[in-house]
C-alpha cells in the first residue's frame, strides 16, 4: 500500500492485517512505517519499504521490490 503511512491508510492496514492479508507498505517515513507495520494483528506478514514517490527512480524501486516479494 501506497502512502501507509496517514491515518487512514494506517487503519485500513490494520483492517486487512487482521484478516490474514499479506502487505507490502511503502511511505516517506522510516519510523512511521515501522509503527504502523508493528501495529498490525499479524505483523509477520507485513513488510515495508521506505521510499519518496516524487523520485521517479523510488517507483520503478519499489515496484521492483514488491514482485521481487511475490506481488501482482
Not at 492496514?13 to 511511505?27: E, P, T
Not at 512505517?33 to 515495508?48: M, N, S
Amino acid at each position: 500500500m501506497l502512502g501507509a503511512t496517514s491515518a487512514i491508510a494506517a487503519r485500513v492496514i490494520a483492517i486487512w492485517a487482521g484478516r490474514g492479508a499479506r502487505l507490502h507498505l511503502v511511505g516517506r517515513d522510516a519510523d512511521k512505517l515501522a509503527a504502523v507495520a508493528a501495529a498490525c494483528p499479524g505483523a509477520a506478514g507485513v513488510t515495508t519499504t521506505q521510499a519518496d514517490l516524487g523520485r521517479p527512480e523510488s517507483a520503478v524501486e519499489v515496484v521492483t521490490e514488491a514482485l521481487a516479494l511475490g506481488g501482482r
